[in-house]
Protein backbone atom coordinates (compact mmCIF):
# COMPACT_ATOMS: atom_id res chain seq x y z
CA UNK A 1 0.00 0.00 0.00
CA UNK A 2 1.32 3.30 -0.82
CA UNK A 3 0.79 5.90 1.99
CA UNK A 4 -1.35 9.41 0.95
CA UNK A 5 -0.29 12.73 1.80
CA UNK A 6 -3.01 13.96 4.26
CA UNK A 7 -0.66 14.96 7.42
CA UNK A 8 2.53 16.47 7.60
CA UNK A 9 5.28 14.33 8.73
CA UNK A 10 5.30 15.38 12.10
CA UNK A 11 2.52 15.76 14.43
CA UNK A 12 2.77 17.37 17.31
CA UNK A 13 5.69 15.94 17.82
CA UNK A 14 3.93 11.90 16.43
CA UNK A 15 4.83 10.61 13.88
CA UNK A 16 2.18 10.11 10.78
CA UNK A 17 1.76 6.44 11.73
CA UNK A 18 0.59 7.26 15.48
CA UNK A 19 -1.69 9.54 14.25
CA UNK A 20 -3.38 7.48 12.30
CA UNK A 21 -3.62 4.43 15.19
CA UNK A 22 -5.09 7.00 17.72
CA UNK A 23 -7.60 7.81 15.26
CA UNK A 24 -8.38 4.65 14.31
CA UNK A 25 -8.85 4.05 18.16
CA UNK A 26 -10.55 6.94 18.71
CA UNK A 27 -13.06 5.73 15.94
CA UNK A 28 -13.72 2.58 17.36
CA UNK A 29 -14.50 4.06 20.45
CA UNK A 30 -16.94 6.40 19.14
CA UNK A 31 -18.39 3.55 17.26
CA UNK A 32 -18.75 0.96 19.75
CA UNK A 33 -19.65 3.00 22.64
CA UNK A 34 -21.13 6.44 21.42
CA UNK A 35 -22.69 7.99 23.65
CA UNK A 36 -19.95 7.21 26.53
CA UNK A 37 -16.51 8.28 24.28
CA UNK A 38 -18.51 11.37 23.01
CA UNK A 39 -18.54 12.96 26.05
CA UNK A 40 -15.16 11.95 27.09
CA UNK A 41 -13.24 12.74 24.15
CA UNK A 42 -14.77 16.10 23.92
CA UNK A 43 -13.89 16.80 27.15
CA UNK A 44 -10.28 15.45 26.54
CA UNK A 45 -9.45 17.46 23.44
CA UNK A 46 -10.79 20.66 25.66
CA UNK A 47 -9.11 20.06 28.51
CA UNK A 48 -6.44 19.54 26.08
CA UNK A 49 -6.46 22.68 24.46
CA UNK A 50 -7.55 25.01 27.37
CA UNK A 51 -4.33 24.25 29.14
CA UNK A 52 -2.17 24.98 25.88
CA UNK A 53 -4.49 28.34 25.45
CA UNK A 54 -3.76 28.87 29.00
CA UNK A 55 -0.47 28.32 29.47
CA UNK A 56 0.45 30.75 25.99
CA UNK A 57 -1.69 33.44 27.50
CA UNK A 58 0.11 33.27 31.02
CA UNK A 59 3.55 33.66 28.47
CA UNK A 60 2.28 36.05 26.58
CA UNK A 61 0.99 38.40 29.67
CA UNK A 62 4.01 37.79 31.71
CA UNK A 63 1.96 35.86 34.70
CA UNK A 64 4.27 35.79 37.28
CA UNK A 65 3.59 35.18 41.41
CA UNK A 66 0.59 32.98 40.81
CA UNK A 67 -0.24 29.77 41.62
CA UNK A 68 0.32 28.63 37.80
CA UNK A 69 -1.16 24.97 38.38
CA UNK A 70 -4.09 26.39 39.77
CA UNK A 71 -4.68 28.82 37.19
CA UNK A 72 -4.13 25.49 34.18
CA UNK A 73 -6.51 23.22 35.93
CA UNK A 74 -8.83 26.07 35.62
CA UNK A 75 -8.28 26.81 32.13
CA UNK A 76 -8.51 23.19 31.31
CA UNK A 77 -12.21 22.60 32.78
CA UNK A 78 -12.69 25.46 30.94
CA UNK A 79 -11.99 24.16 28.27
CA UNK A 80 -13.42 20.97 28.37
CA UNK A 81 -17.03 22.50 29.18
CA UNK A 82 -17.07 25.12 26.64
CA UNK A 83 -15.75 22.83 23.84
CA UNK A 84 -17.89 20.27 24.54
CA UNK A 85 -20.53 22.42 24.27
CA UNK A 86 -19.51 23.73 21.21
CA UNK A 87 -19.21 20.65 19.60
CA UNK A 88 -22.95 19.60 19.91
CA UNK A 89 -24.00 22.94 19.22
CA UNK A 90 -21.80 22.66 16.13
CA UNK A 91 -23.07 18.98 15.31
CA UNK A 92 -27.01 20.38 15.72
CA UNK A 93 -26.55 23.58 13.92
CA UNK A 94 -24.85 21.48 10.89
CA UNK A 95 -27.92 19.15 11.19
CA UNK A 96 -30.44 22.11 11.12
CA UNK A 97 -28.65 23.74 8.89
CA UNK A 98 -28.34 20.55 6.20
CA UNK A 99 -31.75 19.79 6.52
CA UNK A 100 -32.86 23.35 5.38
CA UNK A 101 -30.92 23.40 2.80
CA UNK A 102 -32.29 20.42 1.59
CA UNK A 103 -35.90 21.21 1.89
CA UNK A 104 -35.14 24.86 0.56
CA UNK A 105 -33.36 22.84 -3.06
CA UNK A 106 -35.36 19.72 -3.19
CA UNK A 107 -38.95 21.04 -2.52
CA UNK A 108 -41.38 23.79 -3.13
CA UNK A 109 -41.23 25.39 0.31
CA UNK A 110 -40.00 28.79 0.70
CA UNK A 111 -36.43 29.75 2.15
CA UNK A 112 -38.26 31.56 5.41
CA UNK A 113 -39.89 27.85 6.08
CA UNK A 114 -36.77 26.13 5.51
CA UNK A 115 -35.25 28.43 7.51
CA UNK A 116 -37.94 28.00 10.20
CA UNK A 117 -37.62 24.14 10.16
CA UNK A 118 -33.55 24.09 10.34
CA UNK A 119 -34.01 26.34 13.60
CA UNK A 120 -37.13 23.78 14.66
CA UNK A 121 -34.34 21.46 14.03
CA UNK A 122 -31.74 22.65 15.68
CA UNK A 123 -33.13 23.38 19.31
CA UNK A 124 -34.68 19.69 18.90
CA UNK A 125 -31.81 18.02 18.46
CA UNK A 126 -29.81 20.25 21.22
CA UNK A 127 -32.77 19.13 23.89
CA UNK A 128 -32.72 15.50 22.61
CA UNK A 129 -28.59 15.28 21.81
CA UNK A 130 -28.47 12.52 24.27
CA UNK A 131 -30.73 10.50 21.88
CA UNK A 132 -28.93 10.69 18.91
CA UNK A 133 -25.49 10.97 20.06
CA UNK A 134 -25.47 7.22 19.10
CA UNK A 135 -25.59 8.17 15.60
CA UNK A 136 -23.49 11.38 15.52
CA UNK A 137 -20.75 9.64 17.29
CA UNK A 138 -20.97 6.51 15.22
CA UNK A 139 -20.41 8.74 12.11
CA UNK A 140 -17.47 10.72 13.37
CA UNK A 141 -15.91 7.45 14.41
CA UNK A 142 -16.76 5.97 10.94
CA UNK A 143 -15.09 9.42 9.61
CA UNK A 144 -12.00 9.55 11.37
CA UNK A 145 -11.19 5.20 10.60
CA UNK A 146 -11.57 6.48 6.82
CA UNK A 147 -9.21 9.29 6.92
CA UNK A 148 -6.78 7.10 8.93
CA UNK A 149 -6.73 3.65 6.59
CA UNK A 150 -6.91 6.12 3.59
CA UNK A 151 -3.79 7.65 4.68
CA UNK A 152 -2.28 4.61 5.16
CA UNK A 153 -2.42 3.28 2.01
CA UNK A 154 -6.15 1.81 1.32
CA UNK A 155 -7.83 2.83 -1.72
CA UNK A 156 -10.51 5.37 -0.36
CA UNK A 157 -13.30 3.23 -1.76
CA UNK A 158 -11.88 0.47 -0.01
CA UNK A 159 -11.28 2.50 2.94
CA UNK A 160 -15.06 3.73 3.08
CA UNK A 161 -17.01 0.65 3.00
CA UNK A 162 -14.40 -0.31 5.57
CA UNK A 163 -15.20 2.05 7.79
CA UNK A 164 -19.15 2.19 6.80
CA UNK A 165 -19.42 -1.53 7.96
CA UNK A 166 -17.64 -0.69 11.48
CA UNK A 167 -20.19 2.29 11.68
CA UNK A 168 -23.41 0.31 11.08
CA UNK A 169 -22.05 -2.95 12.84
CA UNK A 170 -21.12 -0.50 16.11
CA UNK A 171 -24.57 1.22 15.64
CA UNK A 172 -26.14 -2.08 15.26
CA UNK A 173 -24.70 -3.25 18.50
CA UNK A 174 -25.34 -0.41 20.50
CA UNK A 175 -29.27 -0.46 20.03
CA UNK A 176 -28.77 -3.69 20.75
CA UNK A 177 -27.30 -3.03 23.73
CA UNK A 178 -29.70 -0.28 24.39
CA UNK A 179 -32.86 -3.20 24.44
CA UNK A 180 -31.37 -5.38 26.47
CA UNK A 181 -30.95 -2.70 29.33
CA UNK A 182 -34.71 -1.29 28.52
CA UNK A 183 -36.01 -4.87 28.42
CA UNK A 184 -33.82 -7.20 30.42
CA UNK A 185 -34.82 -11.32 30.16
CA UNK A 186 -36.74 -12.44 32.99
CA UNK A 187 -35.47 -15.76 35.07
CA UNK A 188 -37.76 -18.59 34.20
CA UNK A 189 -39.97 -19.69 36.83
CA UNK A 190 -39.75 -22.85 38.46
CA UNK A 191 -43.01 -25.00 37.15
CA UNK A 192 -44.93 -27.35 38.96
CA UNK A 193 -42.91 -30.51 37.54
CA UNK A 194 -39.46 -29.09 38.51
CA UNK A 195 -37.67 -29.07 41.18
CA UNK A 196 -35.17 -26.84 43.22
CA UNK A 197 -31.89 -28.74 42.04
CA UNK A 198 -33.22 -28.35 38.36
CA UNK A 199 -32.59 -24.70 39.04
CA UNK A 200 -29.17 -25.03 39.55
Known amino acids: MVSHTLLPPDVFGFSQFTVYLILILIGLA ?3 RGKTSWKYI ?3 LGAYMGFVITAILMVRLHVTGAPDILILAIGAVLGGVIFSFLAELAVCVALGGGIAIG ?3 FTPAGIVFAALLGIVVIAI ?3 RFEKISLYVAAF ?4 AI ?3 L ?3 GLSNIGSQVFAAAIMISGIILQKYEEGMEKHPSKPRRPGNNSSIDDEY
Open 150 to 152: FGM
Open 42 to 44: TVA
Open 140 to 143: AGGL
Open 30 to 32: LTF
Open 125 to 127: SYI
Open 146 to 148: WFA
Open 103 to 105: VYV
